[in-house]
Each structure stands twice: as C-alpha cells, then as structure tokens.
C-alpha cells in the first residue's frame, strides 16, 4: 500500500494533467451514445490508491479513458477550485467531480451538476444516511462513493499500562490528557483546528456532543446562541487555554494532526479513520500501540459529524454516459472493497462492514458503521460556504483566546443570522 504520497507529487500531477486536459479540450471525440474519454476532479488522495482503481476501468475502456486530476488536499481549495472550472460553463475541464458530502446542494441549486436517473445506480445497497447527502430537492444529483465519520484515536499501550479504559466522556478525555499525556512526554488531544472545513466540522461535532445545534429549519434559523453550544465550544477553547490542547494543533488539518499522532506525540487524536489505519500501517511508529473509539461527550457517546464524498456528473459535460457508467463503476461492489482496502476510506456499500474477513483486517469496521448510522449532518444551508467560513473563524478566535467563548458564540449567533438575512 502507498500510504504516504511523496510531498509535490500531487502538484506535478495536477500539472500534468491540467496541461493534458488544456490542449485536448474540445477534442474528446464525441460521438452519439455520449461515450469518450473523460476526467475526474477530486481532492487530495491522501493514500494514493485512485490511479490504481482507475487504472483498472481504463484498462477495460481504452474508449472512456479517464485521466484523474488531483486538487489540493484542503475541502476548502478543492471546493475553490470545482467552483471556479464548474462556473466555467462549456470550457469546464472536470467531467466527473468527487465532492465533499456537503455541497451537494449548492452545486445542484446552481445547475452545475445533472439530476442522475436512480434505477442506474444500487442506491438500496448503501448505507442510508449517506444517500440523502446526494439528494437535493427530492432528486438524485450524485451517488455516494466514501463515506465518514469521526473516530477518537488513543495510545492503547500508554493506557493499558495505566490501567484505563478509552474515554468514553470529555471529563474522562480530560483527566487523561492533563495528567497522563505529561507522564510519558505526550501532548494530550488534537483535532483539525485551523480555519478551514476540518474546523467547522471539529466545532459542529463538539456543538452536537453537548446536545446543541448550529442552524435550524433549511438554514433559516440561528439555534447556535445556546447553553449547550456554549458547552461544546467551550471545550475546545479550555483545552487550548489550559494546555492539553498543544498550540501546534490551531494549525492542523486532517494530515498534520495524524504525523502528530502517528510521530508519537499525541495521546488523543480526533481524525478519520483512514489516520488510524495509516497509523496502523507496518513502518509506523505506533503500529500495533494504538485503538480507535467512537467520539466522546460530556456525559457519554458524544456525536459524530458526517463527511465522505459523493460522485456528480458535470451539466457540461461532454461524455454522459460514459460519466454515469465510471460512477457505476466506482460503486460497484469490487471497487467498494478497494476502497477500503487499498485507500483506508469507508466504503458506502453496507455489505462491506460485515464481511468477516475485512472485519478481521479492519478491527475498527464495526465501531465506524454505528459512528456512521448515527452521524449528525452539517447545518444544511443554501448558502453554507459562507455558514463554514464564520463557524471557522469565530471558533478559532475562542480557540486561541482572541475572544471568550460567551462572547464568540453571541458573535457567531449574529453573523449567522446576518447570512440568512442576505
Ligand atoms: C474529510 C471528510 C469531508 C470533510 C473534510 C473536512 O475529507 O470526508 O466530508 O468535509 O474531511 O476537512
């Protein structure tokens, strides 16, 4: 497995690619059934397993060739880019796009991606909470390619020999962090908490632990101004401010909290699964040392947010079917399998979480799928860019102590209300 990526490799690809798709644009060699070759856009692959799996359906269809563009590994920059080509119109270079879970119905609204016909694809085979992230309006703009959700990581070596359990509540977490961490050289928790995506995510989860919400009705309603917001907030702000939360983590996404976590430094870590099977991976400092839970909360079983990506086709683009049947393709059972296998990534395919073999390859399969079924959508928002963009920056300022948490919320409840306003 090719779990890490050489640093630059991706903006080598992307060059390529890009150069490659600029001067063959408008040569795809249309022809009637809408079948050619075709790109596919999507975010950082952090395991570096997708040409593999592409390689394989190009194989197949030397006629439908798809050749793979690799955005920054930020959901923020790829979410930057996708816009800037989608508003493109008929030059748009990307044809298949592999969006965040969350813009499906941004994209939708604003008549980039196509409706896609249902029978087409095994909707009934996938997990169910992620079939409603492609839906938008009633009708199916994307398929559902990986799922997520967030899991807490831990030194199980560190607390076996100290005789404790997992965390299952923030107070236990916080004991721990304060008191055992320090023992063995440890920082004690870290998430994704610079501002971007990773953030809001990381203070919606925390929000919804303590029973609060963000937005209310379709976006319209700011419930954020709450004691149980207050509460959750509060909890990453006091980590920071009482040092079990190490400064270095105001800087993390997903790829620097996992080296932390991975390098031995950290004795919590809130991330995805695929940092926990990276950290399980032969050649890691922690292999073999480490266990992953479901999040914890102020009283008990805390509340995950729900990531992942879903597969859309392009309004423009240029080879349709070619497009719906290389997401066929992607979803089918075998590729599924790679998924997990091969990229560390929750495959959307239900079946997959009790095949006993991968269940004895993937200790954590059960533990995700019940994080999975009961993950809490983002604030759905017609506008949600903009909801992210404040959760992002107000939650970094409690954070860093620019702001108390009182105020920051009361701060984040008005800027909110003045989105939906707009
Ligand atoms: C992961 C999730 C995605 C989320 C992102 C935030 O990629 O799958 O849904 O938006 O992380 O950084």
């Known amino acids: 497995m090719r779990w890490i990526k050489a640093a630059g490799r991706c903006l080598l690809v992307v060059g390529v690619v890009l150069t490659g798709c600029v001067s063959s644009n408008g040569h795809h060699g249309d ?3 809408g079948r ?5 856009a999507t975010a950082g692959d952090l395991t570096g397993y997708l040409g593999s799996v592409l390689e394989g359906w190009n194989r197949t269809h030397p006629r439908e060739r798809v050749t793979l563009v690799e955005l920054p590994d930020s959901a923020d920059e790829t979410h930057a880019q996708m816009v800037t080509d989608l508003r493109g119109g008929d030059n748009s270079r990307f044809d298949v796009l592999n969006i965040d879970v969350n813009w499906t119905s941004e994209f939708a609204a604003a008549g980039w991606i196509r409706p896609l016909p249902r029978n087409r694809f095994p909707l009934t085979s996938f997990l169910p909470p992620v079939v409603d992230t492609a839906t938008y309006e009633g009708r199916l703009y994307a398929v559902p390619y990986v799922t997520n959700a967030g899991l807490l990581l831990y030194r199980k070596d560190i607390l076996d020999k100290e005789g404790l359990p997992p965390p299952k ?11 055992v961490a320090p023992k063995y050289g440890l920082d004690g928790y870290a998430g994704q908490f610079l501002p971007y995506e990773g953030l809001t995510v990381n203070a919606a989860e925390a929000v919804y632990s303590a029973g609060g919400t963000i937005l209310g009705g379709e976006g319209d309603r700011v419930t954020v101004n709450s004691a149980a917001a207050r509460e959750g907030i509060e909890f990453l702000a006091r980590g920071v401010r009482e040092g079990w939360i190490p400064k270095a983590a105001l800087t993390y996404k997903e790829e620097e909290s996992k080296q932390a976590f991975q390098d031995g430094r950290l004795l919590f870590l809130r991330n995805w699964p695929y940092a926990y099977a990276v950290a399980s991976a032969a050649g890691s400092p922690v292999a073999g040392k480490i266990g992953a839970v479901r999040l914890p909360g102020p009283d008990g079983q805390g509340t995950s947010v729900l990531g992942g990506s879903d597969l859309a086709v392009n309004a423009h683009a240029r080879h349709p ?3 719906a049947r290389l997401i066929a393709y992607l979803t089918s059972k075998p590729v599924q399998r790679l998924v997990l296998t091969r990229g560390a990534l929750p495959p959307v395919r239900a079946a997959l979480y009790e095949d006993p073999d991968l269940v004895q390859r993937f200790p954590y399969l059960p533990t995700l799928r019940a994080s999975v079924l009961t993950a809490a959508p983002r604030p759905k928002s017609p506008r949600y860019g903009q909801v992210s963009l404040v ?3 107000v939650v970094h300022d409690a954070m860093t102590g620019a702001e108390t948490t009182e105020d920051a919320v009361r701060r984040l409840a008005r800027e909110l209300a003045a989105i939906s306003r707009r």
């Open 36 to 40: 050619g070759p075709l790109t596919l």
């Open 169 to 179: 509540t923030w107070a236990e977490l916080e004991h721990d962090a304060k008191t």
């Open 31 to 33: 022809d009637d059934e």
């Open 391 to 393: 959760v992002q920056a």
């Open 321 to 323: 079917d070619s497009a």
